[in-house]
């Protein structure tokens, strides 16, 4: 009896500490703030959609699809200055890379939400669900809010 003991303490000695590190390996979720919908006038066909999104694992996330019932569509894109002309380009995924925050702006990356079924009011609430290239999906709720830019006023 005495050496089955051994035997068994003398394995959990040998199984604990690979079974400690095994639990450091767990990916945690990605984490997501700030997040809203563009309000846009009646009659609108698309509107954006902002967030932040950071990432606490060691490994780069990869967002590769997003989808909302409020839209026919929605898709990753970049707003960017080339040749002194703004532009938008439809972005097929998007990696946030291991320990960084990436902030989805109106002056960057954001998601086009695009073919609108109805209008969006200010205080709705859109569903949006985002599925990320490890199979792993988020469904957030975002508030539709007005956005208001500072005019610059020259005297």
Not at 57 to 86: F, W, Y
Not at 97 to 118: C, N, V
Request: aromatic letters at 6%; a positive charge; one cysteine or more.
């Amino acid at each position: 009896m005495k050496i089955k003991c051994w035997i068994f303490y003398a394995l959990l000695a040998l199984l604990l500490p690979s079974m400690a590190l095994a639990g450091n390996q767990i990916k945690k979720e990605i984490e997501l703030s700030d997040f809203y919908v563009r309000a846009v006038p009646p009659g609108a066909e698309n509107t954006a959609l902002f967030i932040t999104l950071t990432n606490p694992n060691k490994t780069d996330v990869v967002l590769s699809k997003v989808s909302s019932p409020v839209c026919r569509a929605a898709e990753i894109h970049l707003m960017q200055h080339k040749a002194g002309v703004m532009s938008m380009e439809h972005v097929p995924e998007l990696a946030i890379k291991g320990g960084d925050t990436l902030k989805l702006s109106p002056d960057g990356y954001h998601i086009m939400l695009i073919g609108l079924k109805k209008t969006l009011k200010d205080g709705d609430s859109v569903p949006v669900t985002l599925s990320f290239k490890d199979g792993n999906k988020v469904k957030i709720n975002a508030t539709v809010r007005r956005l208001m830019k500072k005019m610059k006023h020259s005297h």
